[in-house]
């Protein structure tokens, strides 16, 4: 169920695997897709779900944007019929070790991080999950060694036997709560699926300074080598910062030492990140000095704090993947220079009220990107002031409305809080769409 990325990969190794395989998906499924499906022979339909077809099915691989309670998702669970997610399924059929990364924020930067890393170590590795190509497809059509698999709570949910060698949880906070009943405990367990089955061979690593996940960890039985790191204290194996030094130890190997200014990523966020990567690196018996090296020469992740172009003395910045609060947080924490501020689209629940002292202290105006901007003007209105929030309904309106707000030597950060399904098809268009309205100012 589903043609996109993850569906289209699990249909082709499971026709690879000898299965009678049919791939349905509601809406329409796009070219490229459709084309792989006819040349590797396998059976679709687009626009439409065959119910009889699909109810007669002996496993279901789901795609993760299809919800658990979609009506025919029920049904099928009703009716006894097992489903899985893509990632479930290309487990089976792989003995690569694999580095499984999720968290509400970082997940993607930390993902890329590893996954140059090991490249830089010379290492034959594969990168999926929720970022690149479908893992389930690669499966079927290459080998690695290993894997650096980026998951979200939606891949997470039907994953009952894989296993993560190091799984990473980089931080827990309010997010997609529309999915999980509105209940935060069900979106913190979703998470901690990525640590089901692992033994004390391998290695769970997690920020010890994230409330969330620390609350969570003293209810369930992790049996994996706990490796925490931290800003705020030491640990005894793991990473901490050290004033401007992140120490990295692990057993009885020599400790890895990094300076923060060498760190190519810029923030606190990234602090934490390159510290989830360095820990990864250590554990996979990585060289210190490639550790050092790669931590210092990664580019950044596109739609992530990515640096577009600087007009007239304004810098414009793209944070289309911040699609929450805590991200968009982190977003602001780091700017030193008078905000223009891009926030807005489809809400998921979000409390605005933990950025106040933020856009306080360096947000001069505020442009709403979205449908409904109702609960951002309630939010901040009486922090930038009436005239200095306004609506606009597209990436070139809101662009053209920061550059009559932005002065020589501010920013303007599109870092937008919320879901882009109301005026995008993703937050990828939506942050190719902002940089295409900044290349012609």
């Known amino acids: 169920m589903g043609g996109g990325e993850s569906g289209v990969g699990a249909a082709v190794l499971a026709k690879v695997k000898g299965f009678d395989v049919f791939l349905s998906d509601r809406g329409e499924i796009a070219e490229k897709y459709a084309a792989m499906l006819r040349k590797w022979d396998i059976p679709f339909e687009s626009g439409k779900h065959s119910e009889e077809k699909i109810l007669n099915a002996d496993e279901i691989i789901k795609s993760p944007g299809i919800p658990l309670n ?4 029920v049904k099928a669970v009703g009716k006894g019929i097992h489903i899985i997610s893509e990632i479930e399924f290309a487990g089976r059929y792989d003995n690569a070790r694999k580095i499984c990364i999720t968290g509400s924020n970082g997940k993607t930067t930390t993902t890329s991080l590893i996954y140059y890393l090991l ?16 893992y389930a497809y690669q499966v079927a059509t290459e080998h690695f060694d290993c894997y650096v698999l980026e998951l979200s709570s939606f891949q997470l949910d039907n994953m009952y036997d894989f296993k993560a060698d190091i799984a990473i949880i980089t931080n827990i906070t309010p997010d997609h709560l529309d999915r999980y009943d509105h ?3 069900n979106y913190v367990k979703a998470k901690f699926r990525i640590t089901r089955n692992m033994s004390s061979e391998d290695c769970f690593i997690f920020c010890s300074d994230d409330e969330i996940t620390i609350q969570h960890l003293n209810k369930i039985v992790v049996k994996a080598k706990m490796l925490p790191f931290s800003q705020k204290q030491e640990v005894s194996q793991g990473a901490w910062l050290d004033g401007n030094t992140i120490r990295v130890r692990m057993d009885e190997r020599e400790d890895c030492d990094l300076l923060v200014e060498e760190l190519s990523l810029s923030g606190k966020h990234n602090v934490y990140n390159s510290m989830a990567a360095a820990i990864a690196g250590k554990v996979m018996n990585i060289k210190n000095e490639t550790i050092r090296a790669s931590l210092a020469s990664f580019e950044a992740v596109e739609h992530r704090l990515e640096k577009v172009r600087t007009v007239g003395g304004v810098l414009y910045i793209n944070d289309s993947k911040a699609t929450n ?20 689209g ?35 209105e009486g922090l930038v002031g009436s005239r200095n929030i306004i609506d606009t309904l597209s990436a070139e309106e809101a662009v053209k409305a920061c550059a009559g707000f932005a002065e020589e030597g501010d920013v303007v950060l599109l870092s937008p809080c919320c879901a882009s399904f109301d ?17 012609r100012l």
């Open 119 to 134: 490249k830089q170590a010379g290492l034959n590795v594969g990168l999926g999950g929720n970022i690149g190509k479908s």
């Open 423 to 439: 005026l995008f098809k993703n937050y990828e268009e939506r942050g190719r769409l902002f940089k295409e309205a900044v290349s």
């Open 325 to 344: 609060v805590d991200a968009a947080w982190y977003a602001l924490e780091c700017q030193n220079r008078p905000v223009v501020w891009i926030v807005g």
């Open 183 to 185: 209940e935060m405990e």
């Open 70 to 73: 979609a009506p025919l998702v």
């Open 346 to 380: 489809k809400d998921k629940g979000n409390d605005y009220s933990t950025l106040n002292a933020l856009v306080r202290e360096k947000v001069k105006a505020i442009v709403c990107m979205g449908v409904d901007n109702s609960k951002i003007h309630a939010a901040f």
